[in-house]
């Protein structure tokens, strides 16, 4: 076979394989642009009778935060403006990214799906697998089995300000649109970064989230769907849930784990080495709030009550506040700007003086000219000591190892009862002072209602 003849056979070869790679390309194309070779979301099939429960970002109460004269104290002509309720957050699950929503139902233990999960970790006192300690009968391996689950937040993993938690609420139109039976069951959906290993595995992970959410905001993760409604004892024994205690502080609360709805690489993606739990408060069982600042059952007629929170039902912050306070903490590569989100506040207060909440010992939320939703009386119960928990960044979750908290300690150790520790925010409980019965314990709170400040005092914090 001379030259010649080996190019034009070389040349037919490489012009087939191009117009067989162009073929295939032509097919292809059409199919994965109609039919994208993506995972189904959770929430495909729950946008069907289901409807977000959050605000959307170009809608957020939020948006303005660092703008100085958005929140000012000052109205036009240097007059005093009435204090509004600039923002509301529920945080479904403690620790993790909240919701921000426009109006919340206002219950004994706080904001309507606030703080009703917590993960926790299993611990125990000796270096031993969990598996390996059921069923022994001596005092020894006794003691050893001896575990108990200890609720965790972003102090010891700051990875959980990245699980994103999201919101689906019952819609009445798209029921009536399915002609489905009207249901109240909402539904959580906690979402988490990660990439499968191994290569051809990782790499199908990032195209379909690339196809998904686009070239630059995709990126893997995996979704994890969760009932909110609590559980019948039947539905709870079919999904493999247990009732365990769990350790809050101080509190030992009886509450249901679960566990068997995570998969194990979250475990990993937060850096947990011993088991990993999720409780649920039992409606049934809510945490007394006795702590020394709450009102007194005796004074409200009835028991003063939490779910996950730290102490209190309700948490105050009025941006006017911490843009005070951003000023004066250091900046660096780590810390560009302070958002009034890594305080973990419930009800975000604009246009009132800077630290006026530190005098606040009751107020009323009103509707104002509106009449939308009847008044709300606070109880102030103290200020916010807070922890190293601000120092992770809402966004990102990564932790700076100094700020905000060495400028709270410093610039807000302001609370004669808290001697070194900063304080910012208040804590408050709800007061229902009109209700007849346990029933009519309960409002309503909206973005816009306007902040009546009725009794004012110094506050001595207590444990």
Avoid at 96 to 120: N, S
Avoid at 417 to 439: I, R
Wanted: hydrophobic share 40%; charged share 25%.
């Amino acid at each position: 076979m001379d030259d010649l003849s080996l190019a034009a056979i070389l040349e037919l070869d490489a012009s087939a394989v191009f117009l067989l790679c162009a073929t295939v390309l032509a097919f292809l194309v059409p199919v994965v642009i109609i039919l994208p070779p993506v995972r189904p979301s959770k929430s495909d099939a729950l946008l069907q009778t289901h409807s977000l429960a959050a605000v959307a970002p170009a809608r957020s109460g939020l948006r303005t935060q660092y703008s100085e004269t958005a929140h000012s104290a000052a109205a036009d002509g240097n007059q005093q403006r009435t204090p509004t309720v600039q923002a509301l957050v529920v945080y479904p699950i403690k620790s993790c990214r909240g919701v921000e929503v426009t109006k919340a139902r206002v219950l004994p233990q706080g904001l309507q799906f606030d703080r009703l999960f917590t993960f926790a970790q299993l611990k125990s006192q000796f270096p031993v697998p969990v598996d390996e300690v059921d069923g022994h009968d001596d005092d020894e391996e006794k003691e050893k089995a001896r575990h108990t689950w200890t609720f965790i937040t972003q102090r010891q993993f700051a990875r959980l300000a990245t699980v994103e938690v999201e919101l689906w609420l019952p819609d009445e139109m798209k029921l009536r649109k399915q002609s489905i039976a009207q249901t109240s069951e909402a539904f959580l959906i906690l979402r988490f970064p990660w990439r499968a290993r191994g290569f051809w595995r990782g790499l199908v992970d990032t195209l379909s989230a690339k196809l998904t959410k686009g070239l630059l905001r995709g990126q893997p993760e995996i979704e994890v769907l969760l009932p909110v409604d609590f559980p019948s004892a039947e539905a709870a024994k079919a999904r493999g849930y247990t009732y365990e205690d769990v350790t809050v502080w101080g509190d030992r609360v009886t509450a249901l784990n679960l566990a068997s709805e995570l998969p194990e690489e979250l475990r990993l993606y937060l850096g947990v080495s011993n088991k990993l739990g999720l409780f649920r408060i039992d409606p049934a069982h809510l945490r007394e709030n006795n702590h020394g600042n709450a009102p007194k059952r005796d004074d409200l007629g009835w028991q003063p009550v939490s779910a996950f929170q730290d102490g209190y039902p309700l948490h105050i912050q009025n941006i006017s506040s911490v843009q005070a306070f951003s000023k004066e903490v250091p900046k660096d590569q780590d810390l560009k700007q302070l958002s009034v989100m890594r305080f973990r506040p419930n009800i975000i207060v604009s246009g009132a003086p800077v630290y006026d909440e530190d005098t606040w010992q009751q107020i009323r939320l009103e509707s104002g000219s509106s009449g939308l939703y009847r008044s709300v009386q606070l109880d102030i119960s103290c200020r916010t000591t807070r922890c190293r928990l601000p120092n992770v960044d809402p966004d990102t979750g990564d932790r700076h190892p100094r700020q905000p908290d060495k400028s709270l300690r410093a610039l807000r150790n302001v609370d004669p009862g808290a001697p070194k520790n900063g304080c910012l925010g208040v804590q408050a409980c709800p007061l229902f002072a009109d209700a007849v019965d346990e029933e009519d314990r309960e409002g309503w709170i909206g973005v816009g209602m306007e902040v009546q400040v009725e009794k004012r005092g110094d506050h001595f914090y207590q444990d």
